[in-house]
């Protein structure tokens, strides 16, 4: 069987059915999936067409599964590059234009020569022009203002920003269980791209995501979530 572990990943839900996490997407290897089904530590909710053998049986590849127990949920996110985009919703913090992620840069709000440390609350998004513009100098010094104060996200805050950006090549199946705003238009069957292909590049880009490594460098934001995104 050519199945790679990138292939056919599943969806993984908490016993409430929501997703264990939607940033980076909580996502198995078919391997794991399958591993946990048969130590029935999960409920299969919806499958693949693909199907693996073993000598002793055939089964169709899961898509969707919920664990059996709940887990408690961190309700604090990690501080990391991506969440820290996400919270600013891919902005520049200074002139509040939104760019093409690898134009933005983390800025030290008070730089680090100064004291200034690398917090949630001392850090933003800024874009190259304004990060180089800004220096090594506090936004006072140099006449720039912050677009809004920066802060800790709880969970639902980033969810919500989130939303807007939902990720690239979702398999039809996990569709029902995510609440990404704007789903219903790449809802179509026509859109529905095969699984094993999607699949793989969603799970490529998260494993980089999950592994601290910034996006792709090729890659714009909307080109890593897969979809166009509008300045409002
Ligand atoms: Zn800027």
């Given at each position: 069987?050519?199945?790679?572990?990138?292939?056919?990943?599943?969806?993984?839900?908490?016993?409430?059915?929501?997703?264990?996490?939607?940033?980076?997407?909580?996502?198995?290897?078919?391997?794991?999936?399958?591993?946990?089904?048969?130590?029935?530590?999960?409920?299969?909710?919806?499958?693949?067409?693909?199907?693996?053998?073993?000598?002793?049986?055939?089964?169709?590849?899961?898509?969707?599964?919920?664990?059996?127990?709940?887990?408690?949920?961190?309700?604090?996110?990690?501080?990391?590059?991506?969440?820290?985009?996400?919270?600013?919703?891919?902005?520049?913090?200074?002139?509040?234009?939104?760019?093409?992620?690898?134009?933005?840069?983390?800025?030290?709000?008070?730089?680090?020569?100064?004291?200034?440390?690398?917090?949630?609350?001392?850090?933003?998004?800024?874009?190259?022009?304004?990060?180089?513009?800004?220096?090594?100098?506090?936004?006072?010094?140099?006449?720039?203002?912050?677009?809004?104060?920066?802060?800790?996200?709880?969970?639902?805050?980033?969810?919500?920003?989130?939303?807007?950006?939902?990720?690239?090549?979702?398999?039809?199946?996990?569709?029902?269980?995510?609440?990404?705003?704007?789903?219903?238009?790449?809802?179509?069957?026509?859109?529905?791209?095969?699984?094993?292909?999607?699949?793989?590049?969603?799970?490529?880009?998260i494993q980089s995501e999950a592994q601290g490594?910034?996006?792709?460098?090729?890659?714009?934001?909307?080109?890593?979530?897969?979809?166009?995104?509008?300045?409002?």
């Amino acid at each position: 069987m050519g199945l790679s572990a990138s292939t056919c990943p599943a969806l993984v839900l908490n016993a409430d059915y929501r997703p264990l996490s939607y940033f980076p997407l909580s996502l198995w290897s078919w391997q794991d999936a399958i591993k946990a089904v048969f130590l029935d530590r999960v409920n299969i909710l919806s499958e693949y067409d693909s199907v693996v053998h073993s000598p002793r049986l055939e089964m169709r590849l899961p898509s969707v599964i919920s664990l059996r127990s709940y887990v408690p949920v961190n309700r604090r996110p990690a501080f990391t590059r991506f969440n820290v985009f996400l919270r600013d919703r891919f902005r520049c913090q200074y002139c509040g234009r939104r760019f093409a992620t690898e134009e933005l840069t983390f800025d030290h709000v008070v730089p680090r020569a100064r004291g200034g440390t690398t917090t949630w609350q001392n850090v933003v998004t800024a874009c190259t022009a304004c990060n180089t513009a800004k220096g090594a100098r506090t936004p006072e010094q140099c006449g720039l203002t912050l677009r809004s104060v920066p802060k800790a996200p709880d969970l639902t805050e980033l969810q919500e920003a989130g939303r807007h950006f939902p990720p690239g090549n979702l398999h039809p199946s996990w569709r029902d269980y995510l609440n990404f705003a704007g789903l219903s238009e790449i809802r179509s069957d026509e859109d529905a791209v095969d699984g094993a292909l999607a699949a793989h590049t969603t799970l490529r880009a998260i494993q980089s995501e999950a592994q601290g490594r910034a996006f792709p460098r090729d890659m714009t934001e909307g080109e890593y979530w897969g979809v166009q995104l509008e300045d409002d």
